[in-house]
């Protein structure tokens, strides 16, 4: 039965025609509940918008507002998802528990993170630990909001201290056939530290993009240079430890995570420079301060954990690799 069925069979039911329109909308409300309970968010965004198109004076729009917002977090609507959340946090004094919203405002602070908003996300959790201050979810979300606000401060001041690193590839691999192989089939060359003279000479000779400034240019970068195991390594390597936070914030995945701490650390045992062994160790050691990075870590596959504590044991004797492997699980 499609949810377009399921809709017509709760409205024709007697209850919502003999009572009053209320009992359709509780209807809809617990169908679009249901359909969230089962992760089909099409189904739960079409039942709670068909409740505030038909029963718009309904006590239930409040609260299918908030779950709306849940819905739409979860497609990744997220300037919608803040727009219901802020409509359901603006009902009333007592026409919305305390525990809807308690949920709206931390939904909204979870749609404005997802936006780049981190000072507007803070002010939500904040509301919400005053209502609920039981609430170790809203007080450990802040602490990470707070870091990234943090870093990204700390990443607008920091280029005066930032070294620019650069690579040399020995072995040739620029060829166009090699970047259409698979990751598998692709040469992984041969990598060795430079001299900070011929910095700008390799930067002018090669296609590695400039260090990003923004989200977008970051995306653009690695999308540039991740068929090349050299080249992404290079890339990574020239951007700001303490910028990763601010630069990933809304693109990172688990994917991505594995991506960047295996590039970075590559070759590291066999590498003479210790220049570059910090500035890796010093990105392992951001990375977490992104938003979103304890969730990720928490559902990462057997095999990203695999790929991770690989990378982790280029590091071992380090001081400060016994806090990272924890920070990521591994």
Same mark, same amino acid.
């Not at 603006?90 to 000072?119: V, Y």
């Not at 304890?294 to 057997?302: E, G, K, P, R, T």
């Given at each position: ?101 308690c949920k709206a405002f931390h939904r909204r602070a979870q749609a404005r993170r997802r936006l780049g908003k981190l000072h507007d996300a803070a002010a939500d959790l904040q509301c919400l630990i005053r ?10 979300? %802040? /602490?990470?909001?707070?870091?990234? $606000?943090?870093? +990204? *401060? ?8 930032? =070294? &620019? ?29 430079i001299s900070a003279e011929r910095i700008r000479e390799i930067m002018r000779r090669s296609d590695i993009p400039p260090p990003p400034t923004s989200a977008i240019d970051f995306e653009q970068g690695f ?8 080249? %992404? /390594?290079?890339?990574?390597?020239? $951007?700001?430890? +303490? *910028? ?8 990172? =995945? &688990? ?76």
């Amino acid at each position: 039965m499609s949810f377009f069925e399921a809709d017509r069979l709760i409205l024709e039911d007697p209850l919502a025609t003999t009572n009053h329109d209320q009992s359709a909308a509780d209807k809809l409300k617990e169908a679009g509940n249901a359909a969230f309970r089962g992760a089909r968010w099409e189904e739960a965004l079409h039942h709670y918008t068909r409740l505030m198109t038909l029963y718009p004076d309904s006590p239930a729009v409040p609260v299918a507002l908030a779950n709306r917002a849940a819905v739409l977090l979860k497609l990744e609507r997220f300037v919608e998802a803040h727009d219901d959340a802020s409509q359901a946090i603006d009902t009333p004094a007592g026409a919305l528990s305390e525990k809807i919203r308690c949920k709206a405002f931390h939904r909204r602070a979870q749609a404005r993170r997802r936006l780049g908003k981190l000072h507007d996300a803070a002010a939500d959790l904040q509301c919400l630990i005053r209502i609920d201050p039981q609430s170790n979810l809203a007080r450990e979300e %802040l /602490r990470e909001v707070q870091a990234a $606000i943090q870093a +990204s *401060a700390t990443a607008m001041i920091d280029t005066s201290k930032s =070294t &620019s690193i650069a690579v040399e590839q020995v072995a040739p691999s620029r060829n166009l056939e090699h970047r259409l192989d698979p990751p598998e089939k692709r040469p992984r060359g041969v990598i060795k530290p430079i001299s900070a003279e011929r910095i700008r000479e390799i930067m002018r000779r090669s296609d590695i993009p400039p260090p990003p400034t923004s989200a977008i240019d970051f995306e653009q970068g690695f999308r540039s240079v991740q068929a090349n195991r050299n080249d %992404l /390594r290079a890339y990574l390597l020239s $951007i700001t430890p +303490s *910028a990763y936070p601010r630069l990933i914030s809304l693109s990172l =995945t &688990s994917e991505l995570l594995c991506t960047i701490v295996d590039a970075v650390s590559a070759d590291i045992p066999s590498l003479c420079d210790p220049g570059q062994t910090n500035r890796a160790f010093a990105i392992l050691q951001s990375l977490p301060l992104t938003q979103r990075f304890a969730m990720i870590v928490d559902f990462l596959s057997d095999q990203e954990k695999e790929t991770l504590r690989t990378a982790l044991d280029r590091f071992v004797g380090l001081d400060g690799i016994q806090e990272i492997r924890e920070r990521y699980r591994c």
